[in-house]
């Protein structure tokens, strides 16, 4: 069994940064894609950002492209989400997901996931 543990999150104002730690335990790390999604009050969850096992490939949201940056750590066996430049629309509580076929870690098919921590950006 797979466990996730997010860390990071927190109360900041427009326009500063945060960065988003995940640790993953149960098995190994290198074998798995992962990302982050996020879900707003009202608002469905949608996938952030995410990478295959080896960090070669990347995808992002549209609405935060150019100013979130996924990496990984796999010595380490953890997952990152660099945000930069935050917006009030950017509050949510963030999940760290993980899935051994990365099509379907996009699509939220059979993930493994966090608890997540929450990210509020004030204006």
């Known amino acids: 069994q797979v466990q996730l543990v997010e860390s990071g999150g927190g109360l900041v104002q427009a326009g500063d940064s945060l960065r988003l730690s995940c640790g993953i335990s149960g098995r190994t790390f290198s074998s798995y894609a992962m990302g982050w999604f996020r879900q707003a009050p009202g608002k469905e969850r949608e996938l952030v950002a995410a990478?295959?096992?080896?960090?070669?490939?990347?995808n992002y949201a549209d609405s935060v492209k150019g100013r979130f940056t996924i990496s990984r750590d796999n010595a380490a066996k953890t997952v990152y989400l660099e945000m930069n430049t935050l917006k009030p629309e950017d509050t949510a509580v963030y999940y760290c997901t993980a899935n051994l076929i990365f099509s379907r870690l996009l699509i939220d098919t059979g993930n493994y996931w966090g608890q997540g921590t929450q990210v509020t950006v004030s204006s």
């Open positions: 990478c295959n096992s080896v960090g070669t490939r990347t």
